[in-house]
């Protein structure tokens, strides 16, 4: 029999993991939210409480929903919380020895047959389990950003995971109302292999003077229709974010096409990493973005 997954932990309250708890608890789940300061995990919990309460306004859910789903999710700085969960996902940054770090400090704290999945964009599977004590019970589950809005879940098998894992994180992403595209475990996976190195083509294009900040976004949404423009993507996933998936492309595959640009470079060691920090291709200090070049 398949396990039947009743509590989930979440590593990380940032933009993705509170996505994921928000989710999770909408889906009846009971929700253990950690980070590395309690500042953090409440920080987490009112963006949660702010998109759960926009999506009342909308129709999208109701009042006692909210508050049901909001109730079940509980701070857990102390990683000894969750201690009694079913399945837990490492949400943290995109640097594989944070995430190592993380996996060796939950490994002696969680129960024997309890999952663990990471929600990496691009890292291997496969050498971040066998990085723990249970590559078998080991899987990726890649969330799209935002995750209350986007529907797909990239499932990702490690070489050493297990059916009976993989059907029970199958089933957990079903019960979260999320469609599954099953990627195997190559960097990058699917949606970043092909993403990103068009976000790296649209920084290139600027770089040598193609075109500006608008006019390549521009181009892009009125040209192939997109909803929005590579570089303003590139500012909401994070520009850091960009430059280690193509880092992780660039030397998993060894081809040049994925070499990172260097201006995404320059930008990252300015600290101008987007949305977050209020500066990337776009200037958010003000009413209206405005185009940093």
Request: hydrophobic share 40%; aromatic share 6%; with cysteine.
């Amino acid at each position: 029999m398949v396990m039947e997954i009743k509590k989930v932990g979440i590593i990380g309250a940032g933009q993705m993991g509170n996505g994921i708890a928000h989710v999770c608890a909408l889906a009846g789940y009971d929700v253990g939210l950690g980070d590395l300061s309690i500042d953090r995990i409440e920080s987490g919990l009112a963006s949660i409480n702010g998109n759960m309460a926009r999506q009342v306004q909308k129709g999208l859910i109701t009042e006692e929903q909210r508050t049901g789903a909001l109730d079940r999710i509980k701070p857990a700085q102390d990683l000894d919380l969750l201690s009694d969960a079913d399945l837990v996902i490492e949400s943290a940054v995109e640097n594989e020895s944070v995430k190592r770090k993380i996996f060796s400090q939950l490994c002696p704290i969680l129960k024997p047959e309890a999952i663990l999945a990471t929600n990496t964009s691009s890292i291997s599977i496969t050498r971040l389990a066998a990085s723990t004590d249970r590559p078998e019970r080991f899987i990726g589950i890649h969330f799209m950003n935002p995750v209350p809005i986007m529907e797909l879940v990239e499932l990702v098998r490690g070489i050493a995971t297990e059916d009976e894992t993989f059907e029970a994180s199958k089933q957990f992403c079903d019960r979260l109302g999320k469609q599954i595209a099953v990627a195997e475990d190559f960097p990058a996976f699917m949606v970043n292999r092909i993403l990103l190195p068009m976000i790296n083509e649209a920084i290139y294009t600027l770089y040598e003077g193609v075109g500006s900040v608008d006019s390549i976004d521009k181009a892009m949404k009125l040209g192939a229709n997109h909803p929005m423009g590579p570089l303003q993507l590139a500012d909401f996933i994070g520009l850091d974010t960009c430059l280690s998936i193509m880092q992780v492309l660039y030397e998993g595959l060894a081809d040049t096409k994925y070499r990172p640009c260097p201006l995404l470079v320059k930008y990252v060691e300015a600290g101008w990493l987007g949305r977050k920090t209020q500066r990337g291709f776009y200037d958010y200090r003000g009413e209206e973005p405005v185009p940093t070049r």
